[in-house]
């Protein structure tokens, strides 16, 4: 059993809270305070229940060294700013330094630790330095979903520092939309997947077969699909590593009749020729350009799926939706869904970027569950166990 945030007394107990707060960061300032604002309840909940909070994060890939560019003190701020109340901010978070201000804490304060990934030792789960973070701490709390399908110290191995320990309200939510409301799903559920990279979605693909009523396939990662289907698709991006698994795919959908690839695509020399660009149908893509986007009949054939649906998981965009010559398909695609969710769909959105997307044509706000996560939730909707959920038994 995981226990959830309410179950504890926290009155006078110093949490220590593992958020991800790996969020993008330019000239020293946050520009997408999504990841923040999603742990507000649990902050919020922690400090009225008159706790002490110590919260620590991982940012970007430093490699076990201190790197300026991704110190979390621009993250702090954002969450003071948030919060509207001061922040502590420790420069190493696990310095005696820093141990003495959490012990200095009162309740209903803060301290935020710097980058956890300043210390290989984080990455590689040493259990020295899992021991160093829990003494921050008389409570885990965990709410860093999008880092929950790794086993670093922060999240596993400092979780068999506690007893008391558990997840906290983001974590709550997206286990409820990726998992809980998942295993009995509002049908015909349709299964929407994009992006480049087909490496990452061949297990969720192949574990929704038997799942999903449906599952349209766009973006870059189609291309390998439809190379795998014998498809001549020109310069589009295909991964030859994944076309024998590509090819296992489409075998097992062909009875099942419920895989779903592009009829027709938008196409370039470049992407920074995009302003020259054609329509063909798939099978006429002209071998010295690359498919970008899809065309209008998948997206009129796609919006039609969507329509008929009642739950709908989307991860990736369609095409290459950052230029205005190729956003078309993941923008109507989006639409639709909004316009469907506002009639009673469940619309569960996971990924960076399909969430940027939303965000570029103002469509965040329509869905059912926008989650925090990327390769944590394709891991969770592909039926694998979160580590660090599981750390958090007991
Ligand atoms: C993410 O943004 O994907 C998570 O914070 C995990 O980061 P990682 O892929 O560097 O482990
Ligand atoms: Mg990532």
């Given amino acids: ?11 006078n107990k110093t949490v220590l809270l593992r958020v991800d707060y790996n969020v993008p960061i330019e000239n020293e300032k946050v520009v997408d ?29 430093p490699n076990g060294k201190k790197d300026s560019s991704l110190s979390l003190m ?8 948030c919060l509207e109340m001061p922040i502590k901010f ?24 710097e980058n956890l990934r300043f210390y290989s030792e984080e990455i590689e789960n040493d259990n020295d330095f899992s021991a160093k973070l829990a003494k921050h701490g008389d409570i885990f709390i965990n709410d860093a979903f999008g ?37 009995k799903p509002a049908r015909p559920l349709t299964l929407v997947l994009g992006g480049a990279k087909i490496d990452t979605k061949i297990n969720l693909i192949d574990h929704y077969i038997g799942i999903a009523d449906k599952i349209l396939i766009g973006g870059g990662m189609a291309f390998t699909l439809l190379k795998a289907r014998g498809i ?23 009875s099942k009749k419920n895989l779903f690839l592009p009829k027709d695509v938008v196409c370039s020399k470049s992407i920074e020729n995009g302003l020259k660009h054609n329509t063909f149908d798939i099978t006429d893509i002209p071998s010295d350009e690359m498919a970008l986007d899809i065309g209008p009949k998948t997206i009129e054939s796609f919006s039609k799926h ?30 639709q869904i909004a316009s469907c969710t506002e ?39 592909s039926g694998k166990n979160l580590p660090a959920i599981f750390a958090l038994e007991v």
Avoid at 74 to 81: F, H, K, R, S, W
Avoid at 315 to 330: D, L, R
Wanted: positive net charge; contains cysteine.
């Fill in 343 to 381: 009639k009673g769909l469940i619309s569960i959105m996971g990924g960076g970027d399909t969430a940027s997307a939303l965000r570029k044509f103002n469509l965040d706000n329509k869905m059912t569950h926008l989650s925090t996560g990327g390769g944590a939730s394709i891991e969770l909707l």
């Fill in 147 to 183: 880092t929950a399908h790794r086993s670093h110290a922060s999240n596993v191995g400092v979780a068999k520092h506690f007893s008391r320990k558990g997840i906290g309200f983001l974590i709550e939510n997206e286990l409820n939309f990726l998992s809980k409301s998942l295993s």
């Fill in 74 to 81: 621009p993250v702090g701020e954002a969450l003071a700013d």
């Fill in 90 to 113: 420790s420069s190493n978070c696990i310095s005696e330094d820093a141990h003495d201000v959490t012990l200095g804490l009162k309740p209903g304060e803060i301290h935020m630790l």
């Fill in 232 to 254: 001549d698709v020109g310069e589009s991006i295909v991964d030859q590593s994944k076309i024998s698994a590509a090819s296992k795919l489409i075998n097992k959908a062909k």
């Fill in 1 to 11: 059993m995981v226990k959830t945030l309410k179950t504890f007394d926290l009155k």
């Fill in 33 to 61: 305070d999504f990841r923040i604002r999603q742990t507000l309840p649990t902050i919020k909940y922690c400090l009225d229940a008159g706790a002490k909070l110590v919260i620590s994060s991982h940012l970007g890939r």
């Fill in 306 to 335: 969507i329509l008929d649906s009642k739950t709908v998981v989307w991860n990736g965009p369609m095409g290459v939706f950052e230029s205005s010559f190729f956003e078309k398909g993941t923008k109507e695609i989006a639409s």
